[in-house]
């Protein structure tokens, strides 16, 4: 069966039914490359379905997508689905964090805009925040716009990111940067 049948029949559900393809994904860069086209180009289910396959990848072989950050990077101003942004943001926020000033510039402006902008769904403001504190430990000088952000978003979000502000905070403090 092909990808493009595998991500159009089946739900995410079946998790057996993608674990081969998860598995190969991350040793055939070939089909790596066509699920990633898939996730970021593709109808709305292969966009959610491509993307949660990313998710598990990147899980087990972050490493194969370095190469691929600066798409992925390009992918969040051309977002169609909250996979494909949710996907890109847990993956800086746990993984790789490229390296050029450029695409680091975007990353926090983008960063804090998604982390301080109210919304239902709360992973994108929880993996930005995540994104920005590891962005701090480069450039520590952040850190206090990192606390102001977190302050302000306090008084009205969910417990999760309540969560995460108060870790951020308390190890902002341990580092003595704030």
């Not at 990848?57 to 494909?84: C, W, Y």
């Not at 108060?166 to 940067?177: F, H, I, K, P, Y």
């Amino acid at each position: 069966m092909n990808l493009e049948d595998v991500l159009n029949q089946h739900t995410i559900d079946k998790k057996w039914v993608y674990k081969d393809l998860i598995a190969r994904a991350g040793k055939d860069l070939d089909l790596l490359a066509a699920v990633i086209e898939k996730a970021f180009t593709g109808n709305d289910k292969e966009r959610k379905r491509g993307c949660w396959i990313l998710h598990h990848v990147s899980d087990a072989v972050p490493g194969v997508f370095k190469i691929h950050s600066r798409r992925m990077v390009a992918q969040l101003k051309i977002a169609e689905t909250n996979a494909e942004e949710r996907f890109v943001l847990r993956y800086f926020s746990k993984y790789y964090l490229p390296k050029n000033e450029e695409i680091e510039e975007f990353l926090l402006d983008y960063c804090f805009e998604k982390m301080t902008t109210p919304s239902k769904i709360q992973a994108p403001r929880i993996y930005s925040m995540s994104i920005i504190y590891r962005m701090v430990k480069r450039y520590p000088e952040l850190a206090h716009e990192l606390e102001q952000s977190i302050l302000l978003i306090m008084e009205d979000c969910n417990a999760g990111l309540k969560s995460r502000g108060r870790r951020v905070q308390a190890d902002l403090r341990a580092l003595g940067l704030i």
